[in-house]
């Protein structure tokens, strides 16, 4: 079955303690991209990748870190969480190619809560 | 910069239509995507639009006018389970990045 995982669905930490969430994809997408969503202010964007050792901030990439070393993961670091960090969480991808545009396939989500 | 539009809430009646609007403000704007999500699920797509017109899928039907920066959301015979928050997103060019909306909440009622 084509989807994207993301592990842990729900984390409650502490402050300054590092986390890592991951994310997995099987469809062989290149297109890799992680958000936060937090009430009134929808789905913000962190860091998106375009291809394998390829990242690019988002509009909100602060207190967080990626990395792609292959093409199926796409983990989020959080090396020093805060209590803004509190969020829901959402990984996604997608084909990326030529003039196209391709739908994103979201995660089901993960649950920050940073206390 | 980047802008988007839609209403926070919206009631309907089961059976009815409903219209969901969009106005965005964008740089770039390479098409506008609707998704839905259901409280504490993810968001799935319903939509793609770049061209000017209606997008006709089932029940659901999309239309953009990239003139007017103008999307909406059309869903006919509403059923208890399009209770949800639809989200419009806007595609820039060069890679594929969304910038979302605010979501509207929709509720059906009886």
């Known amino acids: 079955e084509a989807q994207v995982t993301q592990n842990p669905r729900y984390l409650i930490t502490v402050t300054g303690k590092k986390l890592t969430v991951t994310c997995s994809q099987n469809?062989?997408?290149?297109?890799m991209s992680w958000y936060r969503q937090d009430p009134g202010l929808g789905l913000r964007q962190i860091y998106y990748?375009?291809?394998?050792?390829?990242?690019d901030k988002g509009d909100v990439p602060e207190g967080y870190k990626v990395s792609r070393k292959e093409k199926r993961n796409f983990p989020l670091i959080l090396e020093s969480p805060s209590p803004n960090q509190t969020s829901l969480y959402f990984c996604?991808?997608?084909?990326?190619?030529?003039?196209?545009?391709?739908?994103?396939?979201f995660g089901p989500g993960t649950r920050l809560t940073v206390t | 910069g980047q802008n988007i539009d839609q209403p926070t809430e919206m009631t309907a009646t089961e059976g009815a239509i409903v219209q969901i609007n969009c106005t965005y403000q964008?740089?770039?704007?390479?098409?506008l995507f609707w998704y839905q999500q259901h409280a504490g699920e993810a968001p799935t797509f319903l939509s793609y639009?770049?061209?000017?017109g209606l997008e006709e899928k089932g029940r659901f039907s999309s239309f953009l006018s990239r003139s007017k920066g103008y999307s909406y959301l059309l869903l006919k015979e509403l059923q208890m389970k399009d209770s949800a928050s639809y989200l419009c997103?806007?595609?820039?060019?060069?890679?594929?990045?969304?910038?979302f909306g605010t979501g509207t909440r929709l509720t059906v009622i009886p």
């Open positions: 996604a991808s997608s084909l990326l190619g030529g003039q196209g545009a391709y739908e994103q396939y």
């Open positions: 469809m062989n997408h290149e297109y």
């Open positions: 990748s375009m291809n394998v050792e390829v990242t």
């Open positions: 964008t740089s770039g704007f390479n098409g």
């Open positions: 639009n770049v061209l000017d």
């Open positions: 997103a806007s595609l820039e060019t060069g890679a594929n990045n969304l910038f």
